[in-house]
């Protein structure tokens, strides 16, 4: 794979920027291919026998586009050493091993710093550098299950869902660490100096706890006790906010959290006498009237197939939409004919 990302309207913001990239599996190269998009040099370090993701093909092509890719034995004293050399001139190195696996190389920060004071070092790990959980082993499944987020992860009769989506990996791995990286940049741009940072994976999971964490404070007195599943503001508590079965067996996404969304919904349900049901007008989950109103809107959409409702509220502003499947999406006007969706556009 050459080096140098693909061309586009930002991939010269990180232009100049070089990073060493010992990570493997999903975390770590996600975070770097977001680097590399945006201009980063990235240099791909894999073991002789290769990235793990490797066989999966397309999924490692996807992480790691834009990259160059080379080998090192990290068990031969000469293979480190040229490492080492290629991290002397480096302005981040990113690696998702566990703790002390660094400094049984000669990788740890005191010998890189060294070398280079301004390098950037950035840990990605699943329970962090120090305790007892620091060197156990884990997946997306684990950190997602002791950090509190699984049991958030639930249909509101109870059951829990294994996600295809790596929570875990993606928004408490790939993102915090990059910007922890990018933050660090500039610090050692600003001041010479740079850090190594550790981004646990669970920790990171259960401070995106937020809305679980304040929602159970509002709740409670009404409850008698924490929000379990189908009960709480955002997980199937309110009629507004919910998930809807169609005559079809698909399902309709209604976010109409706002109460003008709600009100626009309304209009589209045809039903004015529900608009001061609402939450901002008092009706909030665990009261009669907030599940009173939530069977008589799932009766409702359960009336029509998804494709009816769809085309209901395609020019409705209520914030309620189809639930697509993949291959749906993927055609949908928004990603169509984009080979490589990315999160973010040049608008000026």
């Known amino acids: 794979m050459s080096g140098g990302a693909a061309a586009g309207p930002l991939s010269g913001l990180l232009s100049g920027l070089r990073v060493i990239d010992l990570t493997r599996n999903l975390p770590g190269p996600f975070s770097t291919r977001m680097l590399a998009d945006l201009g980063a040099e990235i240099v791909k370090v894999e073991p002789p026998e290769g990235d793990p993701a490797r066989p999966l093909g397309t999924l490692f092509e996807a992480l790691n586009h834009g990259k160059e890719c080379r080998k090192v034995d990290f068990r031969n004293e000469a293979d480190l050493a040229t490492l080492r050399d290629w ?3 480096a302005d981040v190195m990113v690696d ?13 920060a005191a010998t890189l710093h060294a070398l280079n004071p301004k390098l950037v070092m950035v840990s990605i ?3 962090g550098q120090t305790g ?3 060197n156990k082993a884990g997946h997306d499944l684990n950190f997602m299950a002791l950090s509190g987020v699984l049991d958030q992860v639930r249909a509101p009769t109870g059951e829990l869902a294994l996600s295809n989506v790596q929570w875990g990996d993606l928004a408490a791995g790939s993102s915090m660490a990059t910007i922890a990286i990018l933050a660090a940049v500039i610090e050692s741009r600003r001041t010479g100096k740079g850090r190594h940072i550790d981004v646990s994976m669970t920790h990171g999971l259960h401070a995106h706890l937020v809305m679980p964490k304040s929602t159970a404070t509002l709740l409670a007195p009404i409850l008698g006790r924490r929000p379990r599943a189908g009960e709480d503001m955002l997980n199937g508590g309110l009629p507004c906010y919910n998930l809807y079965a169609t005559a079809d067996g698909r399902h ?3 976010g109409a959290l706002e109460f003008k969304f709600w009100k626009a919904a309304c209009e589209v349900f045809e039903r004015p006498d529900w608009v001061n049901r609402h939450w901002q007008r008092g009706a909030l989950p665990g009261t009669p009237d907030c599940a009173s109103l939530k069977a008589e809107v799932a009766a409702l959409v359960a009336s029509q197939p998804l494709a009816f409702w769809a085309h209901r509220f395609e020019g409705a502003d209520a914030c309620v939409t189809p639930v697509l499947t993949l291959e749906e999406a993927q055609a949908h006007p928004l ?14």
């Open 87 to 89: 991290l002397a001139t």
């Open 96 to 108: 998702s091993f566990r703790p002390g696996v660094l400094q049984g190389m000669g990788l740890d």
């Open 125 to 127: 790990t699943g329970y």
């Open 132 to 134: 007892a959980w620091a």
């Open 252 to 254: 309709l996404a209604v």
């Open 335 to 348: 990603f169509a004919g984009q080979a490589s969706v990315q999160a973010w556009q040049q608008v000026a």
